[in-house]
């Protein structure tokens, strides 16, 4: 998620003009619309798997590797997982002490909505029917 400059009025100056002080607002994150179907695939079996987890702000997407251990992803990875989340095939969850490495911190699991798992089941019934 991306951060814009923003102005308030903070009250007013000595001569009775308002004074403008800068606010942080957060801005729309823009979706890239990732189109790789295989890669797409793979961060969804990861999600259903060990899962995912966004980090601090803007959030970082990590992959959670074993009880409340995490590592960082690849730009293209972190892309899918963000695009998933816009297009609400993935949501934000709960709060979760992590550590990667040395640092340790809380952070948000990545769930994967109901409606998402039912497509994930109608599409691996329809993948594997036989002809």
Do not use: N
Not at 55 to 78: D, K, L, N, T
Not at 84 to 98: A, E
Request: glycine content about 12%; proline content about 5%; charged content about 25%.
């Amino acid at each position: 998620m991306g951060w814009k400059e923003t102005e308030d009025v903070a009250g007013v100056d000595l001569f009775g003009d308002p004074v403008k002080a800068p606010g942080v607002v957060a801005a729309p994150r823009v979706s890239r619309g990732v189109k790789d179907r295989d890669l797409t695939e793979s961060v969804l079996r990861t999600a259903l798997g060990d899962g995912y987890a966004v980090i601090g702000h803007p959030a970082r997407v990590y992959r959670c590797v074993g009880r409340g251990e995490i590592e960082s992803v690849p730009g293209y990875e972190s892309d899918v997982v963000s695009d998933l989340i816009d297009r609400d095939l993935l949501r934000i969850g709960g709060w979760h002490d992590y550590t990667c490495g040395r640092s340790a911190g809380r952070g948000r699991a990545v769930l994967v909505s109901t409606g998402t798992r039912t497509l994930l089941s109608r599409w691996a019934t329809l993948q594997w029917q036989p002809t």
